[in-house]
């Protein structure tokens, strides 16, 4: 690697988690330190490869008010450009961070007292992270309910903590569906198989006249749930907010 494109790695990895096969959880330290960005923000982290550097957005998963690193929730893509290259950093390596977080998927726009519904599929969980990791989004909130969709049991990152999150907080609700497994019947987050059965939920079940809705992830996900929400009187962007990963 030639020097001109050493001096575009920026960041080193300080933690990786392995949460599954090509499933995985990634800090950064960005040589500058971490720039203040909003929670549900995404940054662009890059690798060089054959053609040079190669870039993609992430969103944040740690909060705003973490200083000591950046956090990613990452999947590799069978067949993809960049997620491959990520899937093989490990702690130390040099990578690419862009300086500015960047997105308007974030709460600043929503009223102080509306119900929050984050709803994810996959990694799509990551920018809710950072919302539920930061105080000031949970505060005076009155319920927040983190919905996480995906394939296998072992997918479930961050569950613990969500569990945590939900046992001390009597307004926080979190329900998980797991779609390609049998149903889990001993742990009491796993409430179906499908997003669709999560909304049905009493706990979680959205109000149009008092919730807002946030969709992210996978985009055919995101265009079923928003029609379904659509049809129950949600309008975007007044109550209802996505961002698709693809
Ligand atoms: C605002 C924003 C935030 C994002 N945040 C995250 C994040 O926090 N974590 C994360 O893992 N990804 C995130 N992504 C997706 C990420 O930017 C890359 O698209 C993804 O890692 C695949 O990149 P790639 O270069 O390997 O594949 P590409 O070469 O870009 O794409 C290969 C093919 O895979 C499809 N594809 C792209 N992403 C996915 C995916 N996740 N699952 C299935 N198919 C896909 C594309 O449509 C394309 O056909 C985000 C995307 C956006 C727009
Ligand atoms: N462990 C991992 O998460 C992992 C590991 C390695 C690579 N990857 C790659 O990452 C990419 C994304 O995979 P992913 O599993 O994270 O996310 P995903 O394919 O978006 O699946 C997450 C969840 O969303 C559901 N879903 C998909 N479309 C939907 C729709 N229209 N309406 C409602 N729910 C819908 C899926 O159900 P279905 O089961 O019905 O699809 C699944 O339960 C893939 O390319 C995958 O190969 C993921």
Same mark, same amino acid.
């Given at each position: 690697m030639n020097l001109e494109a050493l001096s575009v790695l920026n960041a080193t990895v300080s933690e990786r988690v392995d949460l599954a096969a090509g499933l995985f959880i990634l800090r950064i330290v960005p040589d500058e330190g971490v720039a203040d960005f909003l929670p549900g923000q995404s940054l662009q982290l890059g690798c060089i490869t054959a053609d040079g550097l190669l870039t993609r957005p992430y969103s944040i998963a740690s909060s705003p008010l973490e200083r000591r690193y950046v956090e990613f929730y990452v999947s590799s893509v069978r067949g993809g450009s960049l997620s491959p290259y990520l899937m093989r950093v490990g702690v130390g390596d040099r990578i690419h961070v862009s300086a500015q977080a960047s997105g308007?998927?974030? %709460?600043?726009?929503?009223?102080?007292?509306a119900g929050i519904i984050l709803i994810g599929s996959g990694t799509g969980l990551g920018p809710f992270m950072s919302m539920v990791r930061t105080p000031f989004c949970l505060e005076g909130r009155p319920r927040l309910c983190v919905l996480h969709g995906v394939r296998h049991r072992a997918d479930l990152g961050y569950h613990d903590e969500l569990v945590a999150l939900a046992s001390r907080n009597s307004h926080f609700h979190y329900l998980a569906a797991v779609?390609?497994?049998?149903?889990?019947?001993?742990?009491?987050?796993?409430?179906?198989?499908? %997003?669709e059965d999560l909304i049905a939920h009493s706990a979680c079940a959205p109000d149009p006249a008092a919730d807002h809705v946030f969709l992210c992830g996978n985009p055919q996900m995101i265009d079923h749930l928003a029609g379904v929400l659509t049809e129950r009187g949600f309008r975007a962007p007044h109550n209802l907010s996505f961002e698709k990963y693809w």
């Open positions: 308007t998927f974030t %709460l600043a726009s929503v009223p102080p007292d779609s390609r497994d049998a149903l889990d019947f001993a742990d009491p987050a796993v409430q179906g198989r499908r %997003l």
